[in-house]
C-alpha cells in the first residue's frame, strides 16, 4: 500500500478541518461540477508532501522546451502527488474489501491514470514527471508509462488509408489493439506488451514492444485517450480507453498559446532532431527561419490545431482534473472533479 495511506481523503462531502481552512481560496462556481483552485490555493494542500526531485532530474524528465520549474513541482505537482496518493491507497483498501467479500484473495489490478491535452502543451513532461514523483513515495510502487502513440497504425496502413495527414486523429490509431491492452491490464494479465512508437522515424518499430508486468500504477499519456463519443448502428463500439481510468486529467491552455509552443519546438528542433539523416523529416532542417514558422503554422492549422478543436479539447470536461496553464507554459489554475 502506498504511503499516506492513513490519511483521511480532504475533499469529502463533509469537509472536515483541514479543508475548511482553504475553502475560503477556492473560486467559488455555482452548480459546477469542479472545484477550481488558484495555483496558490493548490499549493497550500501539499502538506508535508517532500520534494524529491533535485533540478538535475527535472531536467531529465523535462520535454523540449518546457519550461517548468522546481517551484512548480512543489506548487502543483506536489499537492497532486498527495491526492492521488490518497485516491490509490483508497483504491487498494477498496481491493482488501472486495477479497474478504469473496473470501479469497484476488489478485490486485494496477490503478491507471489517463493524461490527455493537445500536441506541445506539456503532458508528456506532466506524465513522466507523475510517474517520478509517485515512485517516491515511501513505499516505493512501481509506476509504469506508456504513451498512446504506439498504437497509431504503422504508416503503411495509414497510406493506404489515406490518414497520414490525420495521425493523431482517433481513426488513426488501431482502437482494437488499444482496448485489448487496457482489458489484459486490468484484468491482471501478468505480462502485457505495448508496441513502441519513434517520434525520429516518425512511425511504429518494428518488433520492439514494452512489457508491462503487473505495475501498482500505470499511467497513459495520449492526445485523444478521453475519447467517448458513441457511433451508431450495429457496430457501434461499446468500450472506450477511458472507460479504464481510475482518474484522468487534461492538461489545457488557449490554442493560441499551444501553436506557439508548437512552432517555437518546431524551429528547436529544425536546429537539433531533423538535422539527423535517419529523421523523417529532414527536408525541414534546411528551412529558413520564416519558412520554418510558416511550415509549423501551417500544420498546426490543418492537423494538430484541428484535432484539438474536434476531438481533443471536447473531451476536457471528462477528466477528473484540469491543470491550466497560462502563456508562459506555468499552470495557473487547477480544477478538481467533485467527488
Not at 268 to 290: I, K, N, V, W
Not at 294 to 309: E, F, M, S
Request: a positive charge; one cysteine or more; charged letters at 25%.
Amino acid at each position: 500500500m502506498m504511503a499516506g495511506s492513513n490519511e483521511s481523503i480532504f475533499l469529502h462531502p463533509r469537509p472536515g478541518r483541514y479543508i475548511d481552512m482553504h475553502l475560503s481560496k477556492i473560486t467559488p462556481k455555482e452548480h459546477s461540477r469542479f472545484l477550481t483552485f488558484s495555483r496558490e490555493a493548490w499549493a497550500s494542500l501539499r502538506a508535508s508532501t517532500p520534494l524529491t526531485l533535485s533540478e538535475e532530474r527535472l531536467n531529465a524528465l523535462r520535454s523540449l522546451n518546457d519550461r517548468i520549474d522546481l517551484n512548480e513541482v512543489e506548487q502543483v505537482y506536489l499537492p497532486l502527488s498527495r491526492l492521488l496518493n490518497l485516491y490509490v491507497a483508497a483504491a487498494q483498501k477498496l481491493h482488501t474489501a472486495t477479497s474478504t467479500f469473496l473470501g479469497h484473495h484476488t489478485a490486485q489490478v494496477p490503478y491507471i491514470i489517463g493524461i490527455a491535452g493537445s500536441v506541445a502543451v506539456g503532458k508528456s513532461t506532466t506524465a513522466r514527471l507523475l510517474q517520478a514523483l509517485l515512485s517516491d513515495w515511501p513505499s516505493r510502487p512501481r509506476v509504469d508509462l506508456i504513451t498512446t502513440d504506439g498504437f497509431l497504425y504503422p504508416n503503411r496502413v495509414l497510406l493506404e488509408r489515406d490518414l497520414m495527414q490525420r495521425k493523431g486523429f482517433p481513426q488513426s490509431y488501431n482502437q482494437r489493439r488499444l482496448l485489448q491492452f487496457m482489458l489484459d491490464v486490468k484484468a491482471g494479465k501478468p505480462e502485457v506488451n505495448a508496441p513502441i512508437y519513434s517520434h525520429l522515424i516518425y512511425d511504429i518499430i518494428p518488433d520492439h514492444v514494452q512489457t508491462i508486468s503487473q505495475p501498482d500504477i500505470l499511467i497513459v499519456e495520449g492526445l485523444n485517450v478521453l475519447q467517448a463519443r458513441r457511433p451508431t448502428g450495429r457496430s457501434a463500439q461499446r468500450l472506450f480507453i477511458s472507460d479504464f481510468f481510475d482518474f484522468s486529467i487534461y492538461v489545457d491552455a488557449e490554442e493560441c498559446d499551444v501553436e506557439q509552443w508548437y512552432v517555437e519546438r518546431f524551429l528547436t528542433l529544425r536546429e537539433t532532431a531533423f538535422r539527423d539523416p535517419s529523421s523523417f523529416f529532414t527536408r525541414y532542417a534546411r528551412l529558413s527561419e520564416q519558412e520554418a514558422i510558416a511550415t509549423a503554422r501551417d500544420i498546426w492549422q490543418q492537423i494538430n490545431g484541428l484535432n484539438l478543436r474536434e476531438n481533443i479539447r471536447p473531451t476536457r470536461e471528462r477528466a477528473h482534473l484540469i491543470l491550466r496553464k497560462g502563456r508562459r507554459h506555468a499552470v495557473e489554475e487547477v480544477r478538481l472533479r467533485k467527488i
